[in-house]
């Protein structure tokens, strides 16, 4: 065992993570073999214990099993055809306005978040969608680009999120109060990107023509019933998830086993349901969940060393001196996890910084809630900041090559969706009650 000081212990593991991430090897063995090293280097023999510990108080955490479940239920949801469905029925609907359908596949990205809940499944689906959609009917690739990206990525915030459910137990939060904390900015974000949209096309309508009358003619009658047909079964899907978890009837972990139960219904009566349906919705739900739980055992017995070495404590002086008082630390963590995002993921994130920050929001007196949804809105930012951004390369993947679509145009089109995340979290410190007003409201079991 070495003495080693807890400034060098912050050191070695913050500044090691950052250049391992750099150099290409996969999140979980950088952490893993980081926080191995420098616990063999303090504790010795005792560092196989400590591992085993950390990953098996995590593995047994009950709420986690929530993660496989909505994973389960967003990729069955994905393959029900009820989201084509509602996109067809949106298109008739406000197809004729400039921009148009850059504001339906916003709107359908929204309503995929509080379905779908992975962002794999809601960007892929909106690309092969909606893209080909805009961009045949004469949009800027870049401007049909961003808005698909964008649209998919609220899946991440917007409840039934696989990031809330990972949050809530590693800061002993509830999950239930996080996701209605998490409603009302997510939506906001919504209605900023819609409004976006829409200011963008009247200002440059050449980049957002609308739908020609002749390719909407559609009887009233028959686009009334298409919306109602398409949009119902999403709102009992809805109500079967997240209207129980609100009236205190059953915690999100047996939720999402009814959401996956009536995922799996829906796609039944939509005639879409086989074993190969069966087979991939499983193989997806395998691989994803294996990968969160992989990155997160790992680092969670990175943080525990960390943690253990005081280097919690060098971090949270180290905020606390800042000036600007406590808002100026939280600006400090902010604008840590901010930057956090352009290199590593969003599990590795919050695994690495949740358990460190979440005792300074409570030195420093700012609601749990609040502050955790604060992070969560943050982390949007982090799929659309290159060299990292999964929803940039989750959209270029999906983009149908002739197209035309490069991830230059994705990029171009993402930076104003990253700008309203950042003006959103603004109006989220101004006026904290619309993270806080939900929750309150909730009837807990």
Known sequence: MIDISPEM???????????????????????????????????????????????????????????????????????????????????LWLGGFRGGLAVVTVMVGTVMAATVGVITASVTLLTLVALPSMIKRGYSKSFAAGACTAGGILGILIPPSIMIVIYGPMASISVGKMFFGAFIPGFILSVLYISYISFRSIIQPHIAPPVPEEQRAVPFAQKTKMLLVSIVPVAVLIMSVLGVIFLGIAPPTEAAGVGAFAATLLTIAYRRFSFDVLKEVMSMTLKLSGFIFLVGTMSYAYTGIFLGARGGEVLTELIMSMPGGKWGAFAVIMFIIFMLGFFIDWIGILFITVP??????????????????????????????????????????????????????????????????????????????????????????
């Open 9 to 91: 212990v912050v050191i070695i593991m913050l500044g090691g993570l950052l250049v391992l991430v750099m150099s290409g090897f996969p999140l979980a063995y950088v952490i893993g073999f980081l926080g191995f090293v420098v616990g063999v280097m303090i504790y010795g023999e005792q560092i196989t214990q400590m591992f085993y510990l950390r990953t098996y108080r995590l593995m047994m955490n009950y709420v986690l099993l929530a993660v496989p479940l909505f994973v389960f239920m967003g990729s069955m949801l994905e393959r029900s055809g009820i989201i084509e469905r509602l996109y067809d029925a949106l298109y």
């Open 356 to 445: 460190i920050v979440t005792p300074i929001f409570e030195v420093l007196g700012f609601d749990p809630v609040w502050a955790s949804i604060m992070v969560c809105v943050n982390l949007q930012t982090s799929f659309m900041t290159p060299p990292f951004a999964m929803g940039i390369y989750i959209c270029r993947g999906a983009a149908d090559p002739s197209l035309g679509v490069t991830v230059g145009d994705i990029i171009r089109g993402v930076i104003p969706y990253v700008l309203l995340v950042l003006i959103a979290i603004v109006l989220l410190v101004v006026f904290p009650q619309l993270v806080t007003w939900l929750p309150g409201l909730m009837i807990t079991r």
